[in-house]
């Protein structure tokens, strides 16, 4: 399956492990990657409320690009794209005025203009169903011996369901079943659907502490090993942010964060040298070291 291949920012720059470990799994899986270049940041919820006019012509320049490609899919690997991408595609297909506005303006900067014939889909829905799952039950041989693995979904992926739509925000599976079908064994704990705490860090750094306590503390009480996420800014608050939390809190979590790539990656027999693994703040050592044992 080609996909035009949307990274976004973190992936290009402070989780590049995010990137190098995608491109090393999506042959396992039935994907082919047409990377885009020419394009930007999406916005994020900031330009969103900032200038939501100036968000929408981003996000319809970047679908532009997906659909020049020729592939009806623009594959994601954040949480927070995938939510602005498929905001902006819900205005621009369901608003024939507002597409031909943007697209006049786009043209006037050498974009091609935007039909509305692309989905934007992310790489957790690709593999979680349908032939990619297929696929990823046969590369995932090396497999996970059982090690017990918490799903942090974040809450961009899951809401608000009526753009995002997948599975149900209140009871999600997808990394569940991804987990299970990687050998390893799914904990489940309320806080895998909270939000990370990353919107306000910057803002209320005591608060988003409180956020971010919550899953690691309750992966931790649920006797996980590591913990699993689809976003790269959830990756982030979860990785780096442990350093705050120790200094906030004078205990010692040292909870292994893996990118969804990363853990399918190890599964699938991926080397060490494409998942990057020296690029975390915490140690993946221990969940190495039990896989090899």
């Known amino acids: 399956m080609k996909v035009a291949y949307y990274k976004g ?62 592939s009806d899919t623009l594959m994601t690997v954040c949480n927070v794209c995938t939510l602005n991408l498929r905001q ?28 509305g014939n692309v989905e934007v889909k992310h790489l957790l829905w690709l593999v979680a169903d349908g032939e990619g799952y297929e696929r990823l039950k046969q590369e995932a041989h090396k497999g996970l011996k059982g090690l017990k693995v918490a799903p942090f979904y974040g809450c961009q992926i899951l809401r608000p369901s009526k753009l995002l739509g997948f599975e149900d925000p209140d009871r999600p599976w997808s990394l569940e079943a991804i987990i299970e079908a990687c050998g390893g064994q799914a904990v ?41 996420t689809p976003c ?11 350093q705050k939390l120790e200094a906030s809190t004078g205990r010692r979590f040292q909870m292994p964060i893996l990118h969804l790539s990363q853990l399918i990656g190890v599964a699938a027999g991926i080397p060490d040298s494409e998942l990057k693994f020296r690029r975390h703040v915490v140690s993946m050592r221990p969940v190495v070291e039990k896989l090899s044992a």
Not at 95 to 113: F, H, I, K, Y
Request: hydrophobic letters at 40%; a negative charge.
């Open 188 to 228: 489940d704990y309320p806080a895998k659907i909270k939000c990370c705490g990353f919107p306000i860090i910057q803002a209320r750094e005591e608060t988003a502490l409180g956020e971010l306590i919550q899953p690691i503390e309750q992966a931790m009480e649920a006797g996980a090993d590591a913990m699993v």
């Open 88 to 115: 902006a595609n819900f205005m621009l297909k369901n608003d024939a005025d507002l597409r031909e506005r943007v697209n006049t303006n786009l043209e006037q900067v050498g974009v091609p203009p935007y039909s």
């Open 232 to 242: 790269p800014l959830c990756h982030l608050s979860l990785d780096a942010w442990q």
């Open 9 to 70: 920012c973190l992936a290009s720059l402070s989780a590049k492990e995010l990137d190098t470990s995608t491109r090393a799994l999506a042959p396992r899986v039935g994907l082919e990657l047409e990377e885009l270049e020419s394009v930007t940041c999406c916005g994020a919820g900031d330009i969103h409320e900032a200038e939501p006019d100036y968000y929408l012509h981003l996000n319809a320049r970047i679908l532009a690009y997906a659909e020049e490609t020729g």
